[in-house]
């Protein structure tokens, strides 16, 4: 038997024990990057868990990275997967493993830099997380404090190039500024800072 055919049978086991131990969700394949989620992809059964499956605790605060549980045959880095309340991205897919996936706590948009187009990103999923607190007290500039860091990580989308300076704004409304971005076959990884004004 060839590796191939092994990954092709690895990949059904996934879904088989997706459709005992998960629940049916929602596969989306960004096309557009101002409407990621505009259009369903698959509906597979899947689950979520760390890298045993053990079900045995949930979500760490703070940790995002999640390994997804479902038939592995149709999924792509930066297939983005709705299970349940929860959005998650994948970041990475081999052979013969369970896809690592970004668990999301909010939706984004990405504008450019001032005096450029509008949205780059519309309505996309997003992880954000707190990086660092900002300097301390003694900064030499009575008032003067720099915002928390934060770190935000955004799946692959179709032409789209992110650059620092550019805005990042929540589905809370929250607006911050990307400091430093790096683009691998995992997706985006930002340095963030909250906007003050």
């Known amino acids: 038997?060839?590796?191939?055919?092994?990954?092709?049978?690895?990949?059904?086991?996934?879904?088989?024990?997706?459709?005992?131990?998960?629940?049916?969700?929602?596969?989306?394949?960004p096309s557009d990057a101002l409407s990621p989620m505009g259009a369903v992809h698959a509906t597979p059964m899947m689950a979520f868990d760390t890298a045993d499956f053990g079900f045995s605790k949930p979500a760490v605060w703070g940790v995002p990275s999640r390994y997804a549980l479902?038939?592995?045959?149709?999924?792509?880095?930066?297939?983005?997967?709705?299970c349940g309340a929860d959005d998650y991205f994948?970041?990475?897919?081999?052979?013969?493993?369970?896809?690592?996936?970004i668990l999301c706590n909010r939706v984004v948009s990405v504008s450019g830099v001032a005096g450029t187009a509008g949205l780059v990103v519309a309505g996309c999923p997003a992880s954000i997380g707190l990086k660092s607190r900002g300097e301390s007290e003694g900064s030499g500039m009575p008032g003067s404090l720099?915002?928390?860091?934060?770190?935000?990580?955004l799946p692959l989308l179709p032409g789209v190039a992110l650059l620092p300076y550019m805005t990042v704004t929540t589905?809370?409304?929250?607006?911050?500024?990307?400091?430093?971005?790096?683009?691998?076959?995992?997706?985006?990884?930002?340095t963030i800072s909250l906007q003050q004004v």
């Open 171 to 190: 589905d809370l409304g929250t607006s911050y500024t990307m400091n430093a971005v790096e683009t691998s076959d995992f997706g985006f990884r930002c």
């Open 90 to 101: 994948v970041a990475r897919v081999e052979a013969m493993r369970p896809p690592f996936c």
């Open 70 to 82: 479902l038939d592995t045959g149709d999924v792509r880095a930066g297939d983005i997967l709705t």
């Open 146 to 153: 720099r915002p928390g860091q934060f770190a935000m990580f």
């Open 1 to 29: 038997m060839d590796a191939t055919t092994i990954g092709q049978r690895v990949s059904a086991g996934f879904g088989r024990a997706a459709a005992h131990l998960g629940v049916a969700g929602v596969q989306y394949r």
